[in-house]
């Protein structure tokens, strides 16, 4: 028998998440601008929540220029990450990578955008399944699934790569 917040039902969410590249770098963004924030002082890529109708390529195009202010030229889906969170919330969240882009980089309002050397990328403060996807997009070419459950202590206690 499992607890639920406030008896909620589980809830599930579709978002995307994209990491543009230029010049060996990830454009990321450190979440340090919004207030409950889950990600807060985390690093990550640009992306958010499908609104409805949107197929995951119009939630990327949109997301990203709102996020960025870039139009993204050349971009591809890399894999599917399904995050389990405690016992209540899933996210399938619909990974891409982006390397030809237009228009200014502008101001976000939900964190500082910085382009970061790939290499780098492991020594920041992200969440350790990230670490995880990062090793796969930088050693596979292939499309990739991927599940990680993590606990209500922001545990990584499981990983499974298909």
């Not at 640009?46 to 960025?68: D, I």
């Amino acid at each position: 028998m499992s607890s639920k917040i406030d008896n909620q039902k589980p809830s599930s969410q579709l978002t995307t998440l994209c990491y543009i590249e230029q010049d060996g770098n990830y454009l990321m963004m450190h979440r340090v601008k919004k207030k409950n924030d889950i990600n807060k002082d985390k690093w990550i890529g640009v992306g958010g929540h499908f609104e409805y109708g949107e197929t995951p390529e119009e939630c990327l195009l949109r997301e990203v220029k709102e996020e960025t202010g870039l139009t993204l030229l050349n971009y591809r889906m890399r894999g599917i990450v399904t995050f389990i969170y405690g016992e209540d919330v899933v996210e399938y969240m619909h990974l891409f990578t982006a390397d030809s882009f237009e228009g200014e980089l502008t101001d976000c309002d939900e964190g500082e955008l910085v382009w970061i050397p790939k290499e780098e990328v492991m020594n920041l403060p992200v969440w350790e399944g990230d670490k995880v996807f990062f090793k796969l997009l930088n050693e596979r070419d292939d499309f990739f699934l991927l599940k990680l459950r993590y606990n209500r202590d922001d545990v990584l206690e499981e990983v499974a790569v298909h």
